[in-house]
């Protein structure tokens, strides 16, 4: 794993190099005092800028990392060796062991049938109205004793709109004291004076993503400040003690090598992909004080989301989450695996995307919060691959009749009309298993 984590990291630098040496940029220069005044003056409307970013290009998009995944292989395997694996039938091909529907309604077991819920409509229980009134007023007593633990257990019902935000910062631990926004002020003022070419891929990013999204447009300002902060921020590295990945590390010029003139390149060691911006933009609508929103989504990047694009086998980890999903579809709806297996519209090749950007862009944002909230209650991403796989079988009437990948794809086009909770409850605890 680790190696394969190496040499994808090798890929991206060459990848980021390439654009350095074809553009004449260099990875990082200090601005000059006029051009520091002007990103100064318009820090706070920084979508309105224009610049020409046409030679960029993302340094990887979600369908790349997704090969280098399709083509990991245990070299501790026989290749006559590997019955017991022989009988999976999807891409992912590391017999890494993940949870059956039985272990996930055990671990799920608050979103079970009986349980009230947020984001149910007509539970048959309680009358819905009765559940909110009564699961808004433990909430607020939640928040009233300030109890992380208590918190994470409440959202796993879900999490009443007016008080998210509260309940969020609370499981994160995030305090809002006057040196975490004299810090964030800091990484502003690293941003001012020095320009690195990542900022242009974190422009183009959003261009490319958030700016064309219904629901996220209008956060484009708050978003090149998280980012472009977020790309300075030397305390990320500390997650690398627990990531399977290493930052990337750059020399000053003509030190090539010499390992005191070494530095971490971008400084937070995150080289951003196409569509990191959409970890952010969900936030937006939570937080609307920048330095608040930064720490959260950090807490949010260093505890779940650089899982989503590093190679490990961490239950939560990228490859766990596409082996438990085509686990799930293979063993549930083994009819649909092998229609569209046959018709070469492998189902990770369509849901792979939803899953790298933990929905963010796909869902309605009501539906996607309610997601997170899961995520968080739960300290595990997997919900993500039970959810992809509740998709496959809310569709696979419509997906049994398509002949071809584009076909299927254009089932699965548009997610936004989808009511998480139901499809979550339905698949794990309405299947027959």
Excluded at 359 to 366: E, H, I, K
Aim: net charge negative; hydrophobic share 45%.
């Amino acid at each position: 794993m680790r190696k394969a984590q190496g040499s994808w990291e090798k890929r991206i630098l060459k990848s980021l190099n390439s654009m350095c040496t074809e553009l004449s940029i260099p990875l990082a220069r200090k601005r000059p005092a006029v051009e520091q005044k002007e990103l100064l003056n318009k820090w706070n409307e920084m979508g309105t800028d224009e610049p020409d970013l046409s030679l960029f290009r993302p340094v990887y998009a979600p369908k790349d990392f997704l090969e280098v995944l399709i083509n990991l292989r245990n070299p501790n395997y026989e290749n006559g060796d590997s019955l017991s694996f022989r009988t999976h039938l999807g891409l992912i091909q590391v017999p890494l062991k993940v949870k059956g529907i039985p272990e996930l309604k055990e671990f799920f077991v608050e979103l079970s049938l009986t349980t009230g819920q947020l984001g149910i409509d007509d539970s048959t229980q309680v009358p819905p109205e009765l559940f909110e009134n009564e699961h808004v007023r433990i909430g607020q007593k939640v928040l009233a004793e300030q109890d992380s633990a208590a918190a994470q257990q409440y959202v796993r019902q879900g999490s009443p709109t007016a008080l998210r935000a509260e309940l969020w910062t609370l499981i994160l631990n995030i305090s809002s004291q006057p040196e975490d926004i004299l810090y964030y002020e800091q990484l502003k003022t690293n941003v001012i004076q020095h320009d690195l070419l990542v900022d242009s891929l974190i422009y183009k990013d959003v261009k490319l993503t958030a700016s064309n999204d219904d629901y996220y447009f209008v956060f484009e300002d708050y978003l090149y400040q998280v980012l472009l902060c977020f790309s300075r921020d030397t305390s990320v590295l500390g997650h690398f003690a627990y990531n399977s990945a290493s930052p990337p590390k750059s020399y000053i010029r003509g030190k090539l090598g010499l390992e005191e003139y070494a530095v971490f390149y971008p400084p937070n060691g995150v080289i951003p992909f196409h569509g990191f911006s959409m970890y952010v933009a969900p936030l937006c609508f939570l937080y609307h004080e920048p330095s608040k929103l930064y720490q959260i989504f950090r807490e949010m990047y260093v505890r779940f989301f650089f899982r989503l694009h590093s190679i490990s086998s961490h239950p939560s980890g990228i490859v766990s989450l596409c082996l438990l999903f085509e686990t799930l579809l293979q063993t549930y709806l083994p009819q649909l695996f092998y229609h569209l297996r046959e018709i070469g519209a492998q189902p990770l090749r369509i849901s792979f995307k939803w899953m790298v950007r933990a929905f963010s862009g796909y869902l309605a944002t009501d539906q996607l919060l309610l997601l997170w909230d899961r995520i968080l209650g739960y300290n595990s991403l997997e919900i993500l691959a039970v959810l992809a796989a509740a998709v496959f079988a809310f569709r696979a009437v419509n997906l049994m009749e398509v002949t071809s990948l584009a076909a299927a794809e254009a089932v699965l086009a548009d997610l936004s009309t989808l009511k998480v909770m139901p499809l979550l409850q339905i698949f794990l605890f309405a299947t027959v298993t």
